[in-house]
């Protein structure tokens, strides 16, 4: 309804393209473990452009529009993407991810500031009248290695 | 709009009945103990309606009347044990009443939707929608997840559009009243609001609105239903608005004072009743959306406006049907399907001037009046008539009157169908040069729908034919006539 327009319209504003991929915030401590992370996208319904996602590690920034830790832009292969996050302190982590399908860097959005291209967030999180919160699409990276998957849609 | 699809109705109505005929027979269910009578109209239908004939109640139709009178309304409101929140939160159906060589046939079909499928899985009505609070299990990543298509239907460029207002329009298969999917004018507008009250002028070019808060995108159609132009525009206040009007020339846009100053869900909780602030209409030019008038009126409550018009002076005149409050939309259309009535000001046929000068006024034609409609060939040029129905009767909700108001003589051309009756909007056809009527009807005595023809110079007269359906559809909103030949 009308007022998920407009809180979509504030809060769909994914700053992830727009925003040049940081140094990484998340320095691994010395002869600690540093794991990677890999997320890899599945359920890709049209297969051309790339992924655009970024990645988080702290409520305020995933929730309030602030910075990510790493940004990455995953090309799509067939019905999927995969990026990885080298060398990461374990911790708890969530992703924003859009498809940019027609390859212009931004998240395609109506003139009333909703997507029109696939969207997503790590755990499959999905947001009550906007985008997923922190609460639902954080998770932990322990000290191995580790491969999360979101489906994209 | 409407000459691109040659419609033969044998060929639709065989082949919506083959593809219905296999899904689970309809039959109206309603929980709750002690339910009103009227509660029929709030009834659920199981299943998708293969085609049956009509049987006639009495009278005989035009022989050389052919067609459809294409309907929408909700018609599941309940799964499991919930239920939806509110009249307009019911799953969409439409309905095909058919007439030809002077017999009629029902087929009715739900629309398929994201919300529908997902009810359907989860046994539960988990989704939010107008008045309806989400619930466990809720999935919403776009309005089009809440979208009930359950509104109204039009007809252009070879499909049904099922009409909502917050959402897409969903593309219906005129021939078996198959879903196609959401419409997608353009990729860019996907999802976008689209209001059930499009305009369409004469030739059959298509305007309509959606909304979001205080802005409007104004959507201009070909009469084959495809994106000619679209652009936003300020609207003065953030008010609901469930229709527009428009002349031959403008644009006419009702603000009521029911408007959208806080977040909360549902959507009906987020709207303030403010009469201090008045009701606004603004005017704008089809040709130029950046001329643009507005106009102060006192403060009224409105779901339905009537096709506008321009005199040569320049004065600009509409009827609407306003209530004193939005208590019907906010409260009692809520309590519809648990079966409850709450009493709440009737809706009352007025007729607004805009003047050159700038001021605008209301006359009341001093009578009840939902549903308004007149003449598609007219739409946006002058007129004096307009179909209702009204006759709202103590301690039940519905109609029970069909009327044409006359505003040169001030007199309502009317026939009562009784208090046994629950009266649907009526629509103005033709055959031949014949003006006529038609529309539908719930009997609560033998518990089925009727479908009714009236000759349009003689409401009073009662129904040319009437027929009735082996079964009951709830009460639906707005429907289209589309003569054969003529999706
Ligand atoms: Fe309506």
Redesign the pocket.
């Known amino acids: 309804m009308k007022i998920i327009a407009a809180t979509a319209a504030a809060l769909f504003g994914l700053a992830l393209a727009g925003s040049a991929p940081p140094a990484f915030a998340a320095e691994p401590v010395a002869a600690a473990a540093t794991p990677s992370l890999t997320v890899r996208f599945a359920g890709i319904e049209t297969p051309t452009g790339a992924v655009l996602l970024s990645l988080y590690a702290s409520e305020a920034a995933f929730d309030a529009g602030g910075q990510p830790v790493a940004s990455r832009m995953a090309p799509v292969k067939g019905d999927t993407a995969e990026a990885v996050f080298p060398g990461l302190a374990p911790g708890r982590y969530a992703v924003k991810a859009f498809h940019d399908i027609d390859g212009d860097g931004k998240m395609g959005t109506t003139p009333f500031g909703m997507p029109t291209e696939p969207y997503a967030f790590s755990n499959d999180a999905i947001g009550e009248a906007g985008p997923a919160k922190w609460a639902g699409a954080s998770f932990d990276l322990g000290a191995a290695d580790t491969v999360h998957t979101i489906k994209i849609r | 709009m409407l000459n691109d699809l040659h419609l033969d109705r044998r060929q639709l109505l065989g082949r919506a009945g083959l593809a219905v005929a296999a899904l689970a027979v309809p039959g109206v269910a309603i929980a709750g103990p002690a339910l009103p009578d009227w509660a029929l109209g709030v009834g659920d239908v199981a299943g998708d309606v293969p085609m049956q004939a009509l049987t006639l109640l009495h009278g005989r139709a035009p022989e050389d009347l052919a067609g459809m009178l294409y309907r929408n309304g909700p018609a599941r409101f309940r799964r499991g044990g919930t239920a939806s929140g509110h009249w307009f939160d019911g799953d969409g159906m439409i309905r095909a009443w058919g007439l030809r060589d002077g017999k009629a046939t029902l087929a009715a079909r739900f629309v398929d939707t994201p919300k529908r499928r997902l009810e359907d899985k989860l046994g539960a009505m988990v989704q939010p929608g107008f008045g309806t609070a989400s619930r466990a299990g809720s999935r919403v990543t776009s309005a089009d997840d809440t979208n009930a298509a359950n509104?109204?239907v039009i007809a252009a460029g070879g499909r049904l559009l099922a009409l909502w207002e917050a959402g897409s329009a969903f593309a219906i298969d005129p021939d078996t009243l198959a879903t196609r999917g959401p419409e997608v004018f353009r990729s860019d507008l996907a999802g976008m609001p689209f209001l059930?009250?499009p305009r369409i002028e004469p030739d059959g070019r298509i305007w309509n609105l959606g909304l979001s808060g205080k802005a409007a995108f104004v959507w201009r159609l070909s009469a084959s239903g495809q994106l000619e132009a679209g652009q936003a525009i300020p609207l003065p206040m953030g008010s609901y608005i469930?229709?527009f009007t428009a002349t031959a020339r403008h644009l006419v846009i009702v603000l009521q004072p029911w408007v959208q100053d806080h977040m909360a869900l549902p959507f009906v909780e987020s709207l303030s009743w403010k009469p201090e602030l008045g009701s606004k209409v603004l005017v704008v030019d089809k040709a130029d959306l950046s001329k643009r008038r507005i106009y102060e009126l006192p403060p009224f409550a409105f779901?339905?406006l009537g096709d506008a018009w321009e005199e040569t002076d320049g004065t600009i005149r509409f009827d609407g049907c306003f209530e004193a409050d939005p208590s019907f939309g906010r409260d009692a259309a809520r309590a519809l399907v648990d079966g409850r009535y709450i009493p709440v000001p009737s809706p009352r046929l007025t007729m607004v001037a805009l003047r050159p000068d700038g001021r605008a006024d209301m006359t009341a034609a001093g009578i009840e009046a939902e549903?308004p409609r007149s003449e598609p060939q007219l739409a946006g040029l002058p007129r004096s008539r307009t179909v209702h129905v009204g006759g709202y009767l103590p301690g039940r909700p519905f109609a029970s009157k069909v009327g044409i108001w006359d505003w040169r003589t001030g007199k309502d051309d009317a026939h009562d169908f009784g208090p046994r009756q629950l009266v649907e909007e009526f629509v103005p056809l033709s055959s031949g040069k014949r003006p006529l009527l038609m529309g539908t009807t719930i009997n609560l005595d033998t518990r089925r729908s009727e479908l009714h023809l009236f000759d349009a110079r003689r409401v009073a007269a009662g129904p040319l034919a009437s027929w009735s359906a082996d079964m009951a559809l709830p009460v639906s909103?707005?429907g289209n006539w589309v003569g054969r030949g003529a999706v």
Do not use: L, Q
Request: net charge negative; glycine share 0%.
């Open positions: 509104t109204a059930a009250h469930h229709d779901f339905h549903f909103f707005h």
